[in-house]
T-cell receptor, first 115, second 112 residues
Framework: EAQVTQNPRYLITVTGKKLTVTCSQNMNHEYMSWYRQDPGLGLRQIYY???????DKGDVPEGYKVSRKEKRNFPLILESPSPNQTSLYFC??????????????FGPGTRLLVL | QQQVKQSPQSLIVQKGGIPIINCAYE??????FPWYQQFPGKGPALLIAIRPDVSEKKEGRFTISFNKSAKQFSLHIMDSQPGDSATYFCAASRRVTNKLIFGTGTLLAVQP
């Protein structure tokens, strides 16, 4: 089944304790992206990657890191989480084709609480 | 210029009604306008999308109306059903970038 998977689905942590949220897709997509979803703010892009070893900042990158060592994986790293990073996180992927406008496929989400 | 403004924030309709969700954008370089549907506990999923060379696109009970001169687009759901209860996000993009700018979302409840 074509899908984007994220782990963990739920995470409670404390301020300053490094954590990683994994994202994997099995559709051979070049483009991957991380979003955070907050009430009243919609979905905001954190980081994105157009292909392996190519990553760039989105609209709200502060406090986050990413890496893209393999095409299928795009982990999100919070090196020193703070309470304002409490949110619902989504990973997404899409193909990159001439003409653009490709569908983005979202994972099921990771709900993070930072105490 | 990067914002997409979405309204209303929430909407309640009776079964069979026609909810309408509106979005407006500023950046005239946007050339792809998708709508995503999100059920509780799930990630958003593409519902329908339009490009600015057409004024309307229909897929089943879902219709996008697009007004290029006003820089507005809207989603209409015909004969709405309780199963349509979800959060709806409009988005805008420049196709060459793959980057989506999302609206703030509309929580729709369709009452039986």
């Amino acid at each position: 089944e074509a899908q984007v998977t994220q782990n963990p689905r739920y995470l409670i942590t404390v301020t300053g304790k490094k954590l990683t949220v994994t994202c994997s897709q099995n559709m051979n997509h070049e483009y991957m992206s991380w979003y955070r979803q907050d009430p009243g703010l919609g979905l905001r892009q954190i980081y994105y990657s157009m292909n392996v070893e190519v990553t760039d900042k989105g609209d709200v990158p502060e406090g986050y890191k990413v890496s893209r060592k393999e095409k299928r994986n795009f982990p999100l790293i919070l090196e020193s989480p703070s309470p304002n990073q409490t949110s619902l996180y989504f990973c997404a992927s899409s193909p990159v084709r001439t003409g653009g406008g490709q569908t983005q496929y979202f994972g099921p989400g990771t709900r993070l609480l930072v105490l | 210029q990067q914002q997409v403004k979405q309204s209303p924030q929430s909407l309640i309709v009776q079964k069979g009604g026609i909810p309408i969700i509106n979005c407006a954008y500023e950046n005239t370089a946007f050339d792809y306008f998708p709508w995503y549907q999100q059920f509780p506990g799930k990630g958003p999923a593409l519902l329908i999308a339009i490009r600015p060379d057409v004024s309307e696109k229909k897929e089943g009970r879902f219709t996008i109306s697009f007004n290029k001169s006003a820089k507005q687009f809207s989603l209409h759901i015909m004969d709405s059903q309780p199963g349509d209860s979800a959060t709806y996000f409009c988005a805008a993009s420049r196709r060459v970038t793959n980057k989506l700018i999302f609206g703030t979302g509309t929580l729709l409840a369709v009452q039986p």
